[in-house]
């Protein structure tokens, strides 16, 4: 019978781990700017530039 391989299973833990915490970041972060509709300020500045031209 072969020697478990610990640090293989270790290795694979950690990547899950990993793994997940980047998709709960990931879906923190999308949340985050769901709730903030002016996230992009190149898109704000367009708007007030476009504005002070128009005067």
């Known amino acids: ?3 478990p391989n610990y640090s293989f299973e270790k290795r ?3 990547l899950a781990k990993k793994k997940k ?3 709960k970041d990931a ?3 999308a949340e985050r700017d769901a709730a903030r509709p002016d996230a992009d300020p190149d898109a ?3 708007d007030t530039a ?3 031209t128009a005067e």
Do not use: I, V
């Open 12 to 14: 694979q833990r950690e």
């Open 27 to 29: 879906k923190k972060r």
């Open 44 to 46: 704000a500045e367009a």
């Open 50 to 52: 476009g504005a002070d």
């Open 1 to 3: 019978m072969p020697k």
């Open 21 to 23: 915490k980047d998709e």
